[in-house]
């Protein structure tokens, strides 16, 4: 695994044990708990699933190593080889993205859609909705 990626999950690893005392307090449920906590320790879990996945697959990579020397096994050995790399890589691009881009974009989320019609009146009105829609424009600009 890339050095980058392990730091990322070691510290998710503590983010989770963390996340995990707080919402299960002595086995049972923390009733009080936030529900962005629980979001958070939600999609961190599938995060470390994929990470998990991750090191599997590597590890499967490396005992086809061992067999790279059987000459009968050597077209066998290839095909495997180039299947968990396309996998692996496709695990990396997956975490590479939650990791290193969601985790500065936290409202990506949020997104939000708003349609302005103009009604009755003719002109005047899809002039209103013009200036409305760049006020708006400009306003999402500001606040990112």
Do not use: H, P, Q, W
């Amino acid at each position: 695994m890339d050095k980058n990626l392990n730091l990322e999950f070691v510290k998710l690893k503590k983010r989770l044990s963390k996340l995990k005392s707080i919402l299960y307090i002595n086995n049972s449920l923390n009733v009080n708990f936030d529900i962005d906590l629980f979001k958070e320790y939600s999609s961190l879990l599938k995060v470390k699933n994929k990470f998990l996945d991750l090191i599997k697959y590597e590890n499967e990579l490396n005992s086809l190593k061992d067999l790279k020397n059987d000459i009968e096994l050597c077209n066998l050995v290839k095909k495997d080889k180039n299947r968990l790399n396309i996998i692996i890589k496709k695990i990396k691009i997956k975490l590479n993205k939650y990791l290193f881009i969601n985790k500065y974009n936290k409202n990506d989320k949020l997104d939000v859609y708003l349609e302005i019609y103009s009604g009755t009146g003719g002109n005047e009105a899809c002039l209103f909705v013009s200036d409305l829609f760049k006020m708006y424009n400009k306003y999402s600009e500001i606040m990112n």
